[in-house]
C-alpha cells in the first residue's frame, strides 16, 4: 500500500529556531506539492515540484521558507528563522503529474508549534 | 481563472438521513473536479474524481457526486449518513495542463448526530 509519508508528525519550537520537514513521496511519483492548512486561511498551496524542478513557489514567503528535492524520494520544507505565525499543519502530497485527471495523495501532515 | 465554491461551511444531519454537501466551480474548460474529504487530526483523502467520462460518479463510502455543466455545479451526496462520515470535505478542480495542481474549496465541515 503506496503512502506519502512526513517526518517529524509533529514539531513544537521556539521562534528563531529552524525547521525541517520531509516528505517521501510515493515511489514513481513526480510531482511534489506543500500545502500549509491554518484555521484562518484553510488549504493553502506552498510550492510544488516536477521531475524535482520547482514549477512554483509563489505562494511561499521567500525570506524564510525554502523548499528543495535533494532526490526523487525526498522534498523538504525549510523555515529559518520560525515565527509563531507559521504554527499550522503542513502537507504534502505527490502525483503522476501526466494530466489533469490525475489526483494527488496527500501525506499524514506535520502540525509545527512556533512558540 | 478557475475556482470553487463551496456553499456551506457547516452541514449537520441526523444518522441516516441524506447527505447534500454543495459545490460550484468556476472554470473555461471542461475541468477535472474532485471531492476530498479529511477526518479529524489526519490527511486528505479523494473520494472521487470527475475527469469527464460520466457525469455521475461513484466513489468510495457509498459517496457520489452528478457534475452538471449547466448548473456549474458538483454536489456531492450520500443517501444514508453514517457517524463515521463526520469530517471535512472539499471540493477541488484542477486546472488543464496545470501538472495536476489542484485549487481547493474552503471546505465543509460535516457533523452526524446520532
Known amino acids: 500500500d503506496a503512502r506519502v509519508t512526513q517526518t517529524p508528525r509533529h514539531k513544537v519550537t521556539e521562534m528563531g529556531q529552524e525547521v525541517t520537514m520531509r516528505c517521501q513521496p510515493i515511489l514513481g511519483h513526480n510531482t511534489v506539492f506543500w500545502y500549509r492548512q491554518t484555521m484562518m486561511q484553510g488549504l493553502e498551496l506552498l510550492a510544488y515540484?516536477?521531475?524535482?524542478?520547482?514549477?512554483?513557489d509563489s505562494g511561499m514567503p521567500k525570506d524564510r521558507f525554502s523548499a528543495e528535492m535533494p532526490d526523487a524520494t525526498l522534498a523538504t520544507l525549510k523555515i529559518q528563522p520560525s515565527e509563531p505565525r507559521d504554527s499550522a499543519v503542513y502537507f504534502c502530497?505527490?502525483?503522476?503529474?501526466?494530466?489533469?485527471?490525475?489526483?494527488?495523495?496527500f501525506g499524514p501532515g506535520t502540525r509545527l508549534t512556533v512558540l | 481563472a478557475q475556482s470553487v465554491t463551496q456553499l456551506d461551511s457547516h452541514v449537520s444531519v441526523s444518522e441516516g438521513t441524506p447527505v447534500l454537501l454543495r459545490c460550484n466551480y468556476s472554470?473555461?474548460?471542461?475541468?477535472?473536479l474532485f471531492w476530498y474529504v479529511q477526518h479529524p487530526n489526519k490527511g486528505l483523502q479523494l473520494l472521487l474524481k470527475y475527469t469527464s467520462a460520466a457525469t455521475l460518479v461513484k466513489g468510495i463510502n457509498g459517496f457520489e457526486a452528478e457534475f452538471k455543466k449547466s448548473e456549474t455545479s458538483f454536489h456531492l451526496t450520500k443517501p444514508s449518513a453514517h457517524m463515521s462520515d463526520a469530517a471535512e470535505y472539499f471540493c477541488?478542480?484542477?486546472?488543464?495542463?496545470?501538472?495536476?495542481?489542484?485549487?481547493f474549496g474552503a471546505g465543509t465541515r460535516l457533523a452526524v448526530h446520532p
Open positions: 477541488v478542480v484542477s486546472p488543464s495542463g496545470g501538472y495536476n495542481k489542484l485549487i
Open positions: 502530497a505527490s502525483g503522476t503529474g501526466q494530466s489533469s485527471y490525475n489526483e494527488q495523495f
Open positions: 515540484f516536477r521531475n524535482r524542478a520547482p514549477l512554483d
Open positions: 472554470s473555461s474548460y471542461s475541468p477535472s
